[in-house]
C-alpha cells in the first residue's frame, strides 16, 4: 500500500488529479486509513497508470474511465492472486515459480486473451513492485527472460511466415524495452501476417537495409518512454529517405509522440495486430 502522493510519484499523475478522477468518475476507491488517508494498492496504480495513458492518447476522461472500467469488469476472477503469487515468487527469485505462474496463464486460455488481459497488467504491478522496493533488480530482469522465452516459444509455434511481404518488428537504437512488441510480433504472425522480429536496440541504418532485403510492407516499434520519442524519430526519417512507400507504425505508452505520418496502433495488442494484419491483407 502507498500514499497518494507515493501514488502520484509512481504514477505521475499530480495528487489533486487522483482526488478528481476519484471524486467525478468512481474508477478508482482507494482505502482509508483510521486516519482517513488514502491508500492505494497495486491494482488501483495499475488502474491510475492505464488510464493515464488512455488519456494521453486524446480520449476524454470521461471516456478514459469508461474504458479502465470495462477492462477491470473483464478480468477473470484469481488473476490478481495470480499476479501476487509471480511477484511474491520474483521477490524471492525463484525462477521455476515464476514460471509456472507464467504457464498456467497461457495454459487458460488463448493467446490474445493472456496478452492483453492478464501478461501486459502484471508486467506493469511487475514495474510497480520494483519502483516500491518490494522485488529487486535481479527480479525484474528474470521476469523479463521468462515472459521473453515463452513469447519466443509462441512466436516460433506459429509455424513458418506467408509468402507474402513481411512487417518488421523491433526496437530502434536506445531502446531496450522489448517485451510488448515481442508480444505484438506473436500476435501479428498469429493473425496471419509475414513478421520478422529484429529485437531491441537496432541502428537505423541496419533496420532500413532489413526493409530493402525482405521487399517489407511496414515497420513497427514502440515507445515506451517519453525520452524513447525522439529515437523513433530519427529511425523514422532514415526509413523515410530510403523507403518512403513503407509506413512505420508505432505502439507503447507513449505513442503519441510519435513522429508525424507514422500510425498510431494503441493501446491493446491483440486488436491492433489483427486490424494491422486485415489491412495488409486488403492491399
Given at each position: 500500500m502507498v500514499t497518494i502522493s507515493q501514488a502520484a510519484q509512481l504514477t505521475g499523475v499530480a495528487e489533486h488529479t487522483l482526488r478528481a478522477w476519484e471524486r467525478r468518475y468512481g474508477v478508482f476507491r482507494p482505502l482509508r486509513t483510521r486516519s482517513g488517508y488514502r491508500v492505494y494498492d497495486d491494482a488501483l496504480l495499475y488502474r491510475i497508470r492505464t488510464m493515464k495513458e488512455l488519456v494521453s492518447t486524446g480520449l476524454s476522461p470521461r471516456q478514459a474511465s469508461d474504458e479502465v472500467s470495462r477492462l477491470a469488469a473483464s478480468t477473470t476472477v484469481g488473476e490478481p492472486d495470480a499476479i501476487a503469487e509471480l511477484i511474491e515468487a520474483l521477490s524471492r527469485l525463484d525462477v521455476t515459480a515464476a514460471k509456472r505462474?507464467?504457464?498456467?496463464?497461457?495454459?487458460?486460455?488463448?493467446?490474445?486473451?493472456?496478452?492483453?488481459?492478464?501478461?501486459?497488467?502484471?508486467?506493469?504491478?511487475?514495474?510497480?513492485?520494483?519502483?516500491?522496493?518490494?522485488?529487486?533488480?535481479?527480479?525484474?530482469?528474470?521476469?523479463?527472460?521468462?515472459?521473453?522465452?515463452?513469447?519466443?516459444?509462441?512466436?516460433?509455434a506459429v509455424g513458418p511466415n506467408p509468402s507474402t511481404p513481411p512487417v518488421i518488428v523491433g526496437a530502434p537504437s536506445g531502446?531496450?524495452?522489448?517485451?510488448?512488441?515481442?508480444?505484438?510480433?506473436?500476435?501479428?504472425?498469429?493473425?496471419?501476417?509475414?513478421?520478422?522480429?529484429?529485437?531491441?536496440?537496432?541502428?537505423?541504418?541496419?533496420?532500413?537495409?532489413?526493409?530493402?532485403?525482405?521487399?517489407?510492407?511496414?515497420?513497427?516499434?514502440?515507445?515506451?518512454?517519453?525520452?524513447?520519442?525522439?529515437?523513433?524519430?530519427?529511425?523514422?526519417?532514415?526509413?523515410?529517405?530510403?523507403?518512403?512507400?513503407?509506413?512505420?507504425?508505432?505502439?507503447?505508452?507513449?505513442?503519441?509522440?510519435?513522429?508525424?505520418?507514422?500510425?498510431?496502433?494503441?493501446?491493446?495488442?491483440?486488436?491492433?495486430?489483427?486490424?494491422?494484419?486485415?489491412?495488409?491483407?486488403?492491399?
Open positions: 505462474v507464467i504457464d498456467e496463464q497461457f495454459a487458460l486460455r488463448s493467446y490474445e486473451a493472456v496478452v492483453d488481459d492478464w501478461l501486459m497488467p502484471a508486467m506493469v504491478r511487475v514495474g510497480t513492485a520494483w519502483a516500491s522496493g518490494v522485488i529487486s533488480e535481479a527480479g525484474e530482469h528474470l521476469v523479463a527472460n521468462v515472459v521473453m522465452r515463452r513469447l519466443a516459444a509462441a512466436f516460433d531502446i531496450t524495452h522489448e517485451l510488448g512488441l515481442m508480444a505484438f510480433a506473436v500476435a501479428l504472425r498469429r493473425a496471419g501476417a509475414a513478421t520478422i522480429y529484429l529485437g531491441s536496440d537496432v541502428p537505423p541504418a541496419a533496420w532500413s537495409d532489413a526493409v530493402g532485403a525482405t521487399g517489407a510492407a511496414m515497420s513497427v516499434t514502440a515507445i515506451p518512454r517519453r525520452a524513447d520519442g525522439r529515437r523513433v524519430a530519427a529511425l523514422h526519417e532514415r526509413l523515410r529517405a530510403d523507403h518512403p512507400d513503407v509506413p512505420l507504425a508505432v505502439g507503447g505508452q507513449f505513442q503519441h509522440l510519435g513522429p508525424p505520418g507514422c500510425v498510431r496502433l494503441g493501446h491493446r495488442i491483440a486488436p491492433a495486430a489483427r486490424d494491422l494484419a486485415h489491412g495488409l491483407a486488403g492491399r
